[in-house]
C-alpha cells in the first residue's frame, strides 16, 4: 500500500519506519525543513533506541523516503496518517489547527477513496470534525472518503519496539471498507498475532485519553502515598510491591518518584479535563492527578532544602535531565522543574543526562550541563538522582563520596539501596522511605 505520514514527530517518524518495515511504500511530511533535510541524510533528529537503525533499513530498501510537500506525501496515497502535533491552549483545550490543516490538506491532494487515519491523540469528536472539512473543501469527499481513529500507545525509549510489537491495535471506524483497509495496512502484524480491538470512532478517541489519565492516576497515587509513607514510617516500595501482588491492581506504574513528564501526559490530562467539562460530565479527579504531580517536584525540593538549611551558593547536581530514561526529550521533564526551584533559591545547579544535556541546556539556559557525570558532581553540596539511566546504577560510590563537598543524596527514583548509601558514609533522603542521616 502506498501511505503518506503528515508530521515528523516522535510518533510520525516511528509510524513512518514501522510502515515501511511492514512492506509499504511510505513518504513522510514536514513543514520542517531542517527536520526533513536531516531525515533525508539518514539522521533522526531526536534520540530513540533502535530509530537509527529503522530508519537505515527503510530508507536503503527504498521504502521510506521524506518530503517538505504535504501533496506529494497525500497524492496517490492509500492511507493518511495525522501524526501533528496538538498542543494545549492557555484553556488546557487541545489545539487541533494543524489537524484541520492536514484535513484540508488531504482534501486538495487525496484520492476520493482515501482513508484518513488519526494518530495523533484527539478529543473525542475530531474525526466527525474532520470528516466535515473533507465534505466541506471537497464535495466528492462526502461519500468517499474515511475518516478512522487509530491511536499510539508507544512509550518513548521503547517506541520502535512498541510499534513493531504492540500489545494492540485500535481503530474506530463507521465502515466494513474502513476496517478492511486498517486490516491489510497492518496485516503482517495481525499475522503474527497481535490482537485487533475494532469500535467506533469516538470510542477510540476516547480510550487514548482514557488509557493516559489511568496511567498518570496511578503514578500520583504513588506519589501520595509515598508521603504518607514518609510521614508513618512505612516503605513505599514495599507497600506497591504488595499492591502490585494483586493482579487486580498490577505493579506498573506504582514507582514514586518525581512524577511523570514528557509532552503526552500532561497536555492529555488537562485536554481531557476540558473536554469532559464542555460536554457537562465534570471530572475534578483528573485535576488532582495534576496537583499531585506538581507537589512530586516539591517534594524532592524541600528534602534537598531539609538536607543543605540554605542552598544560596551551594552546588546542587542533578543526574538525569530527561523526563524518563531512553530519550532525550525534555519536555515537561520534572528535573527541569526542580531546576527552575532550586535556581530561585539562589542555588548553584548543574546537571548531567547521557542524552538530553543540549535539549536541556536550550530549555534552561541558566543550568549548567555538564558531558561528564563525575564533573558534574565535583564538589557538589548535593546530588539528586532525577532520571534512572542504567549507568547511574553502576555509579562508584567511594569515588562520589570522595569527590562531593557533602556527601548528601537526594534519591528522586528510589534507584539506590538505603543500606549501600548508609555504608558508604551518605546522608541519605529516598522517596516514600525512611532516610537515612
Request: hydrophobic residues 45%.
Amino acid at each position: 500500500m502506498k501511505v503518506g505520514v503528515i508530521g515528523a514527530g516522535h510518533v510520525g517518524l516511528v509510524t513512518c519506519g514501522t510502515m515501511a518495515k511492514l512492506g509499504h511504500d511510505v513518504i513522510g511530511n514536514d513543514l520542517d525543513e531542517e527536520k526533513i533535510a536531516m531525515l533525508r541524510r539518514g539522521v533522526p533528529w531526536f534520540y530513540e533506541p533502535g530509530l537509527q537503525e529503522l530508519l537505515d533499513e527503510t530508507m536503503e530498501s527504498g521504502k521510506l523516503s521524506f518530503t517538505t510537500d504535504s501533496a506529494a506525501a497525500i497524492s496517490g496515497a492509500d492511507v493518511v496518517f495525522i501524526c501533528v502535533g496538538t498542543p494545549p491552549r492557555a484553556s488546557g483545550e487541545a489545539n487541533l489547527i494543524a489537524v484541520e490543516q492536514v484535513a484540508r490538506d488531504v482534501a486538495r491532494h487525496g484520492r476520493p477513496d482515501v482513508v484518513v487515519v488519526e494518530k495523533s491523540t484527539v478529543p473525542a469528536g475530531t474525526a466527525q470534525r474532520v470528516k466535515r472539512t473533507l465534505a466541506r473543501e471537497r464535495a466528492d469527499f462526502a461519500g468517499s472518503a474515511e475518516v478512522v481513529s487509530n491511536p499510539e500507545f508507544l512509550k518513548e525509549g521503547t517506541a520502535v519496539e512498541d510499534s513493531l510489537h504492540p500489545d494492540r491495535i485500535l481503530v474506530g471506524a463507521e465502515t466494513s471498507k474502513a476496517y478492511a483497509r486498517m486490516r491489510e495496512l497492518y496485516g503482517p502484524l495481525l499475522e503474527g498475532g497481535t490482537k485487533i480491538i475494532e469500535t467506533d470512532i469516538a470510542t477510540a478517541e476516547l480510550a487514548k485519553h482514557a488509557c493516559n489519565a489511568f496511567l498518570a492516576l496511578k503514578i500520583s497515587y504513588a506519589n501520595a502515598l509515598s508521603r504518607l509513607c514518609e510521614r508513618s514510617g512505612a516503605d513505599v516500595v514495599a507497600v506497591a510491591e504488595v499492591m502490585g501482588a494483586d493482579e487486580r491492581i498490577g505493579r506498573a506504574f506504582l514507582n514514586a518518584g518525581l512524577g511523570y513528564g514528557g509532552y503526552c501526559f500532561p497536555k492529555d490530562i488537562q485536554a481531557f479535563e476540558r473536554l469532559a467539562a464542555r460536554v457537562g460530565a465534570e471530572f475534578p479527579l483528573l485535576r488532582e492527578v495534576a496537583r499531585i504531580n506538581d507537589q512530586a517536584v516539591e517534594s524532592a525540593a524541600n528534602k534537598v532544602l531539609e538536607a543543605l538549611w540554605n542552598v544560596e551558593g551551594k552546588k546542587i547536581a542533578l543526574l538525569g535531565l530527561a523526563f524518563k530514561p531512553g530519550t532525550d526529550d525534555v519536555r515537561s521533564a520534572p528535573a527541569l522543574a526542580l531546576a527552575r526551584l532550586l535556581l530561585r533559591e539562589g542555588a548553584h545547579v548543574v546537571g548531567y543526562d547521557p542524552q538530553g544535556g543540549s535539549n536541556a541546556k536550550a530549555e534552561l539556559p541558566e543550568l549548567e550541563v555538564c558531558h561528564d557525570m563525575y564533573d558534574a558532581l565535583n564538589d557538589a553540596h548535593c546530588m539528586v538522582l532525577c532520571t534512572e539511566w542504567d549507568e547511574f546504577k553502576t555509579l562508584d560510590l567511594e569515588k562520589l563520596h570522595s569527590l562531593m563537598a557533602y556527601p548528601v543524596v537526594v534519591d528522586g527514583r528510589n534507584l539506590f539501596d538505603p543500606q549501600e548509601m548508609k555504608n558508604a558514609g551518605f546522608s541519605y533522603y529516598p522517596t516514600g522511605r525512611p532516610h537515612v542521616v
